[in-house]
Each structure stands twice: as C-alpha cells, then as structure tokens.
C-alpha cells in the first residue's frame, strides 16, 4: 500500500432477484482524518448482527480515519399481494350505516373504496426472505461493502500521491533551509570574535585584555551559540522522513512524531542563534516544518 490520504468517498451499488421480489441496495463511504480507525456504521433495521463482521473487513482496508457507512436497502416484490384487515373494515361498515341511519341525506354516504382507504385497512404484504436467500442476501451485502472498502482504499490512495509530491518538495526546502543555517554557522566562530574584538575596542578603552582572556570569552560565546547538534538532527530527521516516505506502509503516526522532533531543532536553534541571519533562516524553517506537518494530517 502507497501513502494514502485519509479523506476519500465510494459507492458501490449491488442487486439480488428472487422468485418473490428484487431487492438493491447501496453502500457510502466517506472518511476523514482521525488519529485512528473509527467506524460508524448505519444499517436498516434487522442488519445489526452484521456490525461487527464489517468492522472486521474495513480493518483489511483501512487503518486510520473516521469513517462513516451508510446502507440503503430496497425491496420490491413481484405480484406484490394485500391483506385485509376484516374486522376493522367490519367495524367502520357498521359505523358508516349507523351514521347513515342517524343523518340521512345530510351526510354523504361512503363508498366501500373509501372504506378501504382508511389507515390500517389494507396492508401490502412484504416478502420474508427464506433461509438461503436470507443467507446470500447477507454474503452479498458483505461482499459488495469490501469493493466500497477497496474503492475507498484506492481512492485514498491517489490522493496520497499528491500529499506525497507536496511532502518531498517540503522536505527539500527544509532541507536547503538547514544546509543554509550549517554554512552560517560553520563561519560564525571568527564572526564572533571579531565582533568581540570590535566591541572591546568600542568600548574596552584603554584597558588591555590578555589574548588568552578574549579566547576563553570566544570558546564561550561559541559554546553557547554553537548548533551543531541541532543541525545533525535536522538532517537525520529529514533523512528519516524521506525513508519513511519511500515506504509502502501507513506512516502517519510515524511522521506525525519526527514533525514533532524537526519543530524542537527548529526552535532551540532559533534561541541559540548568535546572527540575525541565522534567526531569520529559523523562522522560516519554522514555517516549513509547520507546512510539513499540515500536509502530514492528511496522511493514514
């Protein structure tokens, strides 16, 4: 499985005739990013026992994501029959002469299609499924939710392609970013001790300061400023992430954490920098690791 996106949507439609009726049914899934695999499910009345079943078969497809599924199910029987509710059409019979007996002309006299019409009258009767259409009717629904699931899956899959073009080409500015802050800082030793050296002379007055006095303020103020650390880590994690990404496997959470670990180099080299230079390269790292890990949600 390729880098996927979490957000996707398939339909699948499927139909089964019997001798009694034709029944159609279709299923819809949607998905959104979720920190891991959620499933809601809505099936019609008498189709619960199969909740489980189906979970069971969307965790082969799927492995983050907040999914929702809906089925919709229509049944038409052929040579539909009726049934009559007798004693009720009996009782409004009887009423309805009553009626006439007491009222004469002033009523209108009800026909026996009004009759009929009435609420609870004349049921239509619905076809029970017997054990083995019941059976395949179930297989059916099952297998035709694994091709929304496929579907689904693919689906993902190609919006994942685009998630994945963006992520490289993020991580390549990260990186021109880094390699910009290591060539700074790989200068920044005789920088700081000619600034010090400049702010001495500004400053110091007569006062003579030993050589070995300003070497040991310039070991410190290196010390202090030096990122060489947090470059090297820069880079693993860049490294590490473009490996991710050449996986075939769901790497969200994975990447999610070195999104995490690139965010703390950025910032502990933005406190640490020692030129205006390197501050201003860190804040837009910054801005490219916070990209990054937008794009990163989107991601199973």
């Given at each position: 499985m390729s880098i996927a996106s979490m957000t996707g949507f398939a339909r699948v439609n499927g139909s089964l005739q019997t001798v009694d009726e034709n029944i159609s049914w279709v299923w819809e899934i949607k998905s959104v990013n979720g920190k891991s695999l959620d499933i809601k499910l809505r099936l019609p009345?008498?189709?619960?026992?199969?909740?489980?079943?189906?979970?069971?078969?969307?965790g082969e497809y799927l492995t983050r994501g907040s999914v929702g599924v809906s089925l919709e199910i229509n049944r038409e029987r052929n040579n539909r029959g009726v049934k009559i509710d007798e004693d009720l059409l009996r009782r409004l019979a009887e009423r309805a002469?009553?009626?006439?007996?007491?009222?004469?002309?002033?009523?209108?006299?009800?026909?026996?299609?009004e009759l009929l019409a009435q609420h609870?009258?004349?049921?239509?009767?619905?076809?029970?499924?017997?054990?083995?259409?019941?059976?395949?009717?179930r297989q059916?629904?099952?297998?035709?939710?694994?091709?929304?699931?496929?579907?689904l899956r693919d689906d993902r899959c190609k919006e994942g392609v685009k998630i994945k073009v963006a992520l490289l080409t993020l991580l390549d500015n990260i990186e021109d970013i880094t390699l910009k802050i290591e060539k700074i800082a790989e200068i920044l030793p005789q920088k700081i001790k000619e600034k010090l050296t400049l702010l001495l002379q500004q400053y110091a007055g007569d006062v003579e300061i030993s050589e070995d006095r300003l070497a040991q303020e310039v070991v410190f103020l290196i010390t202090k400023a030096d990122i060489r650390e947090e470059i090297d880590r820069l880079k693993a994690h860049i490294k590490a992430a473009r490996q991710l990404l050449a996986t075939n496997e769901a790497v969200g959470r994975r990447l999610d954490f070195l999104c995490q670990e690139l965010n703390r180099e950025a910032n502990t080299t933005c406190s640490k920098a020692a030129d205006i230079a390197i501050t201003d390269f860190g804040m837009e790292l910054k801005a490219l690791i916070e990209q990054f890990r937008e794009q990163v949600q989107n991601i199973e």
């Open positions: 009345t008498g189709y619960d026992d199969m909740m489980f079943s189906l979970k069971a078969v969307a002469i009553l009626l006439d007996e007491e009222y004469g002309d002033k009523l209108a006299k009800s026909s026996a299609a609870g009258v004349v049921e239509r009767e619905e076809a029970e499924l017997d054990e083995r259409n019941a059976e395949l009717l059916r629904l099952s297998e035709d939710f694994a091709a929304a699931c496929a579907k």
